[in-house]
């Protein structure tokens, strides 16, 4: 089983920042892309940003510029990094993660527990 801990939420004003963090911790054989997704009230669950395992990195365009992931690979880690936060950003951040057990497996997702992110005008 593996578990993914999400810190790094809370209050900021608007222009603010925030840095997330998220480990996983388990039986991972390889861990392949991990990405923040987030939740606003009322809405659908969106990509924010992905990483592989190579580290080349995708965004949503609402947070190109201001956000930045990037990965420990030694620590099954990954990071958000949030400059000049928006209101429009407050939302539930959720850490993903693709991995394998196995060699040859096909991979698994798993999910963080979610962390509150809100951005005050």
């Known amino acids: 089983q593996v578990h993914l801990v999400e810190s790094g939420g809370g209050l900021v004003q608007a222009g603010g920042s925030l840095r997330l963090s998220c480990a996983a911790s388990?039986?991972?054989?390889?861990?392949?892309?991990m990405g923040w997704y987030r939740q606003a009230p009322g809405k659908r669950r969106e990509l924010v940003a992905s990483i592989t395992s190579a580290g080349n990195t995708n965004y949503a365009d609402s947070v190109k510029g201001r956000f930045t992931i990037s990965r420990d690979n030694a620590k099954n880690t990954v990071y958000l990094q949030m400059n000049s936060l928006k209101p429009e950003d407050t939302a539930v951040y959720y850490c993903?993660?693709?991995?394998?057990?196995?060699?040859?497996?096909?991979?698994?997702?798993?999910w963080g527990q979610g962390t509150l992110v809100t951005v005050s005008s």
């Open positions: 388990g039986s991972i054989f390889s861990m392949n892309a």
């Open positions: 993903n993660a693709r991995f394998t057990v196995l060699a040859g497996n096909l991979p698994l997702d798993a």
